[in-house]
């Protein structure tokens, strides 16, 4: 049984159910977060754009199962082709920001 008595912080809170930074089960848990983040935004710019999955990878050059597999957080996805998909297929930049 996992002890929540003495949490205070998020961070705490992810430490108890994913473990400490640089353990199999963190990496992997960081590695699906930030794939579900990525997931969401791109539903959300889509469906912004008033474009369906078809014609976003029409634009983007890529096929409409490859936008699926992304949205649903379930494809493994390449910077540039990432930047492609929001830059010319739904005229957006993509920041990105180094911790």
Not at 18 to 46: C, P, V, W
Request: proline content about 0%.
């Amino acid at each position: 049984m996992k002890d929540y008595k003495n949490i205070k912080t998020f961070d705490q809170l992810i430490e108890v159910e994913h473990g400490k930074i640089g353990t199999e089960s963190r990496t992997t848990y960081e590695k699906n977060s930030q794939m579900f983040i990525i997931s969401e935004m791109l539903k959300d710019a889509r469906k912004e754009a008033k474009i369906t999955q078809e014609q976003l990878a029409e634009k983007a050059g890529t096929k409409k199962s490859y936008i699926s597999r992304i949205e649903n957080g379930r494809g493994n996805i390449q910077l540039s082709t990432l930047i492609r998909i929001f830059e010319i297929g739904l005229n957006k930049k993509i920041g990105l920001t180094f911790l």
